[in-house]
């Protein structure tokens, strides 16, 4: 059975004896019997190894040096290992001092005599750590890479795989139920030379050892928990990833990333291995876990580099052979510019300008490069994630003049800008794109046609608008006139009437509230897609408690001027929103276009029009040949008409709507202020509904009169809404007219609305807007168009 997990620790988890106890305790408590495990050198023993070659090489004394190292290992024997186990140490101990000795007292020391002195600390520490194991009654060997990783020599070693592959198998089976302690960081030729796999080769060896054991899962111990979305050390809200793609993870560490490199992740493509990276000091905590297969990660992540080197090069060639020329050779540009004039841009870590430099020049002719420049004053800036483009817009709008346009690999945004800008924007592209959500919660009351043709709407158009918005917008409650059902989770919209009938529950709007308070949500909006009086007399307290509010209910916006008023005073006083524009006209858009000639500067003068829809049908297809009654009555039983056609016949809902537009206009008006001429006559208003379907037919001879009467002027008969201002005289009026036939009004498609706006800039042309005022799915647009509204108001910097 394949060995499942190899444990990787870095230096600083092995700094000294309590760390050497603590990594064992994590082996024996996170791992298995037949874990792999690779180390580095304890603490800075291989900084100390160099700094004893710089000093042999220099003819300084190194002696005193070397014996502070040795005695700093002996200390970790004797703390650590028991008599009989520190003996053995010790003389392995005395033979490494003997051969340093030697090494380091040659007239000169060769490459690979230089590597096998760097390679002490790594062999230090696979001995030690497997006889802490021994010493805790685990079966354990050390192991030493030489014997393992064969490579060619070059910059880098380049392992042969298939060679290197055989031995990790055969040692594998060798060694059943044991831990095999490896050494990180070196390896050898064809010849036993040792090798050094170069900056954070420790880490490479450990991804590298678990490609060719075929082994699931390779941690990274080390003195952080993860990968976070942000420096945390810079960004206070720095967040702890869970999961980063394995493509994520590779730009990163191209990108300067201080806890990922590279070179370590090269071995998990192709493979199955995942990769965790944990804190040693704290391995109790979440961690990060970067798989081949993994989903983007739950935030992206926000990077910088506070100083960077950018190439400008006049370039007669290709762009692409300057890149690839630049990978081939392991050195890959941080981002890259094309410029006017066959200019481009180019930039590289400042660890890398040299080599790149020297790569430019010895090519230059290849490459058609004509004139080089560098620029070291610049600092990086970018954002990685699989989801990037989903963060262009927004990254974008925080760039000041002085910095580079975005650029956009599919994997990463990134922007260059002056170094003393690095960290301001590096926050506010966190705080901007990779901080919390934000989540709007929308709340529906009124779960009727509208509503569920609303839900329906809402269902095909959220991910567009969360994309847009790069927020989270929720339904989270659904409320009918005796039940509500409030979920902080959300409602599943696919599933919405089945949680509604089964877990609804009778509610009081105290009881309502409080819910509403408790959601965790940065906002709320509420959907007022009902006809209750009741329900609009609690708008101040939505506005109280910060609710924004979205009407297709027209009662409050034509409600008792002091109660309108209070409304107006409490979004002026705080930042809350109330849109109404389904109130009238449905998703035609009204009161768009009258809040659109305000802000132009116009002054509107008149309004008027036909908003009802029934109206407009009874009236276009009136032609006296039918009794005016028995096409009320056919349009009732097509559903044309409320219940009781006095609802519409009355033309009180025509009045409202006006009273709502004159209120946008400016107007402070009463509904009382609109003179109302009903079509039904008073001796029939308040009769019970079946009296008055009996005498409907009373209706008919002063209709059939009216109707002649327009006839002989060539004129028809149309019920309109109409508002004028006169010398300062306002006119406001809801009756029956006659109309040319060549007037707006008469020509419509049954069923419609039509307004017609007459202002400063639309004078002798007056603005008409026409279609269907009235219907679930438009209604239910309209509702939609003014949520999108209040949550882009609200998401605006």
Request: aromatic share 6%.
């Amino acid at each position: 059975m394949a060995r499942c997990h190899l444990h990787k620790f870095g230096g600083s988890s092995l700094a000294d004896a309590d760390c050497y106890r603590r990594v064992a305790h994590i082996l024996l408590t996170h791992g298995h019997s037949d874990d792999l495990v690779v180390v580095s050198a304890a603490g800075k023993s291989t900084n100390f190894l160099y700094r004893l070659l710089e000093l042999s090489t220099t003819k300084q004394l190194w002696q005193e040096e070397l014996q502070i190292l040795i005695s700093f290992q002996q200390k970790l024997i004797e703390q650590l290992l028991s008599n009989e186990q520190a003996r053995s140490l010790r003389e392995r101990l005395s033979n490494d001092k003997a051969q340093l000795i030697s090494l380091l007292s040659l007239t000169a020391i060769n490459d690979y005599q230089s590597s096998q002195v760097v390679s002490f600390g790594e062999r230090w520490s696979s001995r030690l750590l497997a006889a802490l194991l021994r010493e805790s009654g685990v079966a354990a060997s050390d192991v030493d890479a030489r014997t393992l990783l064969i490579a060619d020599e070059g910059a880098v070693p380049q392992i042969r795989l298939q060679q290197s592959r055989q031995r990790v198998q055969k040692l594998i089976a060798e060694h059943p139920n044991e831990r095999l302690i490896i050494t990180g960081f070196i390896c050898a030729n064809d010849k036993g030379d040792t090798l050094l796999l170069g900056r954070n080769g420790s880490d490479f060896s450990a991804t590298l050892i678990a490609s060719l054991a075929d082994i699931e899962r390779v941690t990274i111990w080390t003195d952080v928990e993860g990968v976070f979305n942000a420096d945390p050390n810079k960004i206070n809200d720095a967040k702890l990833l869970s999961s980063l793609s394995l493509d994520e993870a590779n730009r990163l560490a191209h990108l300067g990333s201080p806890v990922l490199h590279n070179r370590t992740l090269q071995p998990l493509f192709d493979t199955q291995v995942s990769l965790a990276v944990r804190s040693s000091y704290a391995s109790h905590t979440d961690f990060t876990l970067i798989a081949p297969k993994s989903s983007s990660a739950s935030a992206p992540v926000v990077t910088n580099l506070n100083s960077v080197s950018l190439f400008n090069i006049q370039l007669n060639g290709v762009l692409s052979d300057l890149l690839s020329l630049l990978t081939d050779s392991g050195l890959y540009p941080l981002a890259h510019w094309s410029l006017a004039q066959k200019r481009i841009e180019l930039t590289v870590t400042l660890e890398n300008q040299k080599q790149v430099q020297a790569l430019l020049d010895a090519n230059s002719d290849a490459l058609g490069i004509t004139d080089l420049q560098i620029r070291e004053d610049l600092g990086l800036v970018a954002l990685v994630s699989a989801d990037a483009d989903l963060y262009r817009r927004g990254f974008a709008r925080l760039l000041s003049r002085n910095a580079r346009p975005l650029f956009n690999d599919g994997m990463s945004l990134v922007t260059l800008v002056p170094q003393t800008q690095v960290n301001l924007l590096t926050q506010k592209v966190h705080r901007r794109c990779a901080g919390p959500r934000k989540r709007i919660g929308v709340l529906l009351l009124g779960v009727g046609n509208i509503g569920e043709a609303w839900i329906d709407l809402f269902d095909g158009a959220r991910a567009a608008l969360n994309k847009e918005l790069e927020a989270s917008v929720d339904l989270v409650g659904l409320v009918s006139s005796r039940k509500a059902l409030i979920s902080d989770k959300g409602i599943a919209l696919n599933t919405w009437k089945s949680a509604f009938e089964q877990d609804a529950t009778p509610w009081q709007y105290s009881h309502l509230f409080e819910e509403l308070q408790g959601l965790e949500c940065d906002e709320v909006v509420a959907l007022d897609i009902s006809a209750s009086a009741d329900l609009t007399l609690q708008y101040p307290e939505f506005f109280a408690r910060g609710i924004h509010v979205v009407s297709a209910n027209k009662l409050a916006g034509s409600g008792p001027l002091p109660f309108y008023r209070e409304l107006k005073l409490q979004l002026g006083n705080r930042r809350l929103f109330w849109r109404y524009n389904a109130s009238c006209g449905a998703g035609l858009p009204v009161q768009h276009a009258i809040n659109d000639l305000h802000n132009s500067g116009d002054s509107i003068e008149a309004v008027g029009g036909i908003f009802s829809g029934t109206l407009c049908w009874l009236f276009e297809n009136y032609d006296a040949v039918k009794p005016f009654s028995e096409l009320v009555v056919d349009a009732r039983g097509l559903g044309i008409t409320e219940p009781d056609p006095r609802d519409d016949l009355s033309g009180r809902d025509m009045q409202r709507k006006l009273l709502i537009l004159a209120r946008e206009i400016g107007l402070e008006i009463e509904l009382e202020d609109i003179e109302l001429k009903s079509l039904v006559p008073a001796h029939l208003a308040e009769l019970p509904l079946e009296q008055f379907l009996s005498r409907i037919n009373e209706l008919d001879e002063d209709m059939l009169q009216q109707y002649l009467a327009a006839v002989e002027q060539d004129k028809v008969l149309r019920y309109v809404a109409a508002l004028d201002r006169v010398d300062g005289k306002l006119k406001a009026e809801v009756s029956l007219q006659w109309v040319d036939n060549s007037h707006p009004y008469a020509n419509l498609t049954p069923g419609d609305n039509v307004f017609v706006i007459r202002s400063k800039f639309y004078q002798d042309n007056p603005l008409i807007i026409r279609g269907p005022g009235a219907g679930r799915q438009v209604t239910a647009a309209a509702v939609q168009s003014d949520l999108a509204h209040i949550c882009r108001d609200l998401l605006q910097e």
